[in-house]
């Protein structure tokens, strides 16, 4: 089994910083790309920043230049530095992995169970 754990959410005021953390554990070889999503109330659930497994980052256009996506490969970590938050960056934030589980290079896809990020204005 494969779990996904966030952590780093809470409250923050508007133009303030947050950072995320989600750390995989259980039983798997490696990871392929880490993403985290969001998903606001009313709305569908949307991808916000994507990482491979060498580093190469992209992101939303609603969060280019404020927020940064990064990984650690040792640790099984993916992290997401939110600066400059704005109230429509509130939502439950969801870490997504493609994990591979054996020796073969394509993974499944796990989620997080979610953290809260919310921005008062």
């Known amino acids: 089994q494969v779990q996904l754990v966030e952590s780093g959410g809470g409250l923050v005021q508007a133009g303030g910083s947050l950072i995320l953390s989600c750390a995989a554990s259980?039983?798997?070889?490696?990871?392929?790309?880490m993403a985290w999503y969001r998903q606001a109330p009313g709305k569908q659930r949307e991808l916000v920043a994507a990482i491979a497994y060498g580093g190469s980052p992209s992101y939303a256009d609603s969060v280019k230049g404020r927020f940064t996506i990064s990984r650690d490969n040792a640790k099984n970590t993916v992290y997401l530095q939110m600066n400059s938050l704005k109230r429509e960056d509130t939502a439950v934030y969801y870490c997504?992995?493609?994990?591979?589980?054996?020796?073969?290079?394509?993974?499944?896809?796990?989620w997080g169970q979610g953290t809260q990020v919310t921005v008062s204005s």
């Open positions: 997504n992995a493609d994990v591979r589980r054996t020796v073969a290079m394509t993974g499944t896809p796990y």
């Open positions: 259980g039983s798997f070889r490696s990871i392929n790309a």
